[in-house]
């Protein structure tokens, strides 16, 4: 054991053992059985007023499970795509996928066709469960993709009736969210489950080396790629990040908000499977970009957890009514996909009451690498410390490990880390080196006590005559701005210093000038990290995640200064 290694399991908040048992389920489907005979009269998701408890989730993923293996004939290792939002149907598809010895792969709804096109083709996916308002995506280019089998489902299918009659109505004639399409041969959502429940499904034997996910990473610079991450990886990160919650998660409990989607690897851990294992409600938020809508989902459940990326707690805290809510049940709230704000974050706590922790991961570690403790009295700018059985380390380009104060790479070793990118060993080799370290592409600093902090992503630096610039710092000073809502930096061509400082400012004050934002930036930045270009949108481009897409602000500058 390094030197390293030693600060970090002293680091460890009391309680926290430093290892795993990776053998404690052999599987995902073993974790889902176990939670569903202990907590099978409890809630386990809720969505537009629909509940279904843990045996309506054992039940129906079971049916689900026997359709694809006796009627479609889907054998173990086949692929199947799950195309929906956050709706009671997903968890049901998800677990029954898993259950008949299949893979996930899970497609974000709101994928173009030139985006479902290359992940259904790369990944080979054999089936696709789709929600009607994405099917006329999925319908230009069933064609040119090997998916034999389609099953479509409206929004309302399993809310009950007449609220399910009632929803898929208004959603397809009055709101008119439901595009035509045709795909014929293409089966029913729960006519699938029906004839599922006919035949008993066959025991499938599953084991840590089973792929258990392809995840797809977000291909925002380049061609999106399949993160392998088998039943293995996955049990053992649930676990991780179970052990690091300790005694916080009272079994049978506790109620999760979960708007970030559950496709995504974030929530389909840290909500989804985390949660399951000690009995929790999942409450499924379908469009949280409706901010007013999401609090008065809010309003009505005394709700324990949360997790988040910076951009949907900073739309809360200005969204009317969420102030008023009642926090007197409120434990934790996990930040992660993006840096949280120490602006963001300080006045979530004045809020909430509650600490915004931030968490660190990747798709490829399933995610989770590193979190705070729960029991911060505030928000400290790391990620925190590695969770049991990981290992992390700052890199120079040479791979030699670097000390405490010292800003590299970041590495990670660990059970939950992926077991490569599909098809792609040469990509797999560029990330995944011989002794285990998957480098992560982030530039980051470990202090004394064995915390992270991540300075910003490789490619996102930006070099101003030769100086490095961190958009996360950028972002953080103008965040503090009176007046700001959100924030993006970017670097953009400078014929003199190479690159250039350019951010793009949401106003919250109407009133906010240039000037008052370069008075701060000067007041709080050295000079070469000063934007040089200042430009204002009435929004920014995110993905469905709510990740910033700096790329798409990297146009040419409109304010120079």
Known sequence: MNTTERIWLKSYPPGIPAEIDPNAYRSIVELLESACDRFRHRPAFANMGRVLRYDD??????????????????????????????VLQYPIALFGVLRAGLTVVNTNPLYTARELRHQLGDSGASAIVVLDNFAATLAEVLHEVPCRHVITTGLGDLLGLPKSALVNFVVRRVKKLVPPYAIPGAIRFNAALRLGARKALPRIELGHDDLAFLQYTGGTTGVAKGAMLSHGNMVANMLQASCWLGTTLREGEEVIITAIPLYHIFALTANCLVFMKTGGLNVLITNPRDMPGFVRELRRVRFTAMTGVNTLFNGLLNTPGFD??????????????????????????????????????LTETSPAACVNPLDLPEYNGSIGLPLPSTECSVQDDDGRLLGPGEVGELC?????????????PEETAKVLSADG??????????????????????????????????????EDVVAQCPGVLEVAAVGVPDEKSGEAVKVVVVRKDPNLTEETIRAHCRANLTGYKQPKYIEFRDSLPKTNVGKILRRELREPPKTAA
């Open 57 to 86: 989730v054992d039940r129906l993923s079971r049916q689900f499970a026997s359709f694809l293996v006796n009627e479609l004939g889907l054998r173990k290792g086949e692929r199947v795509a799950i195309m929906l939002p956050n």
């Open 324 to 361: 008023r809510l009642d926090f007197s049940r409120f434990k934790f709230t996990m930040g992660g996909g993006m840096a949280v704000q120490r602006v963001v974050a300080e006045r979530w706590k004045k809020v909430t009451g509650v600490t915004l922790v931030e968490a660190y991961g």
């Open 412 to 424: 990670i070793r660990g059970p939950q880390v992926m077991k490569g990118y599909w098809q792609r």
């Open 437 to 474: 370290w998957l480098h992560t592409g982030d530039i980051a600093r470990m202090d004394e006590q064995g915390f992270f902090y991540i300075v910003d992503r490789k490619k996102d630096m930006i070099l101003v005559s030769g100086f490095n610039v961190y958009p996360n710092e950028i």
